[in-house]
């Protein structure tokens, strides 16, 4: 079992950023890939960013393309999204999550945090 906890949500302006941080406890050893789902009200939750185990490759969706970067730190146990050049339509609850396989597909991830909300003002 991997246990994750999402912070660093908030309120921004448009033009502004936020950095998103995700925790991860319980099984750290084994070698989970991560990403960043977000779901907007009365949207379905799509995918954001992923990052591999070992951290050298990241896979963004077009629309937070060049303006969201997903990392990891060295211990690999904190995965983070930095936002920047923030638009109202980021606004949504952010999720991170922990799969075996890179990937950008939901059902491919296996553990899920509670969400942090970042909303975005215009």
């Known amino acids: 079992q991997v246990q994750l906890v999402e912070s660093g949500g908030g309120l921004a302006q448009a033009g502004g950023s936020l950095r998103l941080s995700c925790a991860a406890s319980g099984r750290t050893r084994s070698n989970y890939a991560m990403g960043w789902f977000r779901q907007a009200p009365g949207k379905e939750r799509e995918f954001v960013a992923a990052?591999?185990?070992?951290?050298?490759?990241?896979y963004y969706a077009d629309s937070v393309k060049g303006r969201f970067t997903i990392s990891r730190g060295d211990t690999k146990i904190m995965v983070y999204l930095q936002m920047n050049s923030l638009k109202p339509e980021d606004t949504a609850v952010y999720y991170c999550?922990?799969?075996?396989?890179?990937?950008?597909?939901?059902?491919?991830?296996?553990?899920w945090g509670q969400g942090t909300q970042v909303t975005v003002s215009s």
């Open positions: 990052i591999t185990w070992s951290g050298t490759r990241t």
């Open positions: 999550a922990a799969s075996s396989s890179f990937s950008t597909q939901q059902d491919e991830y296996a553990y």
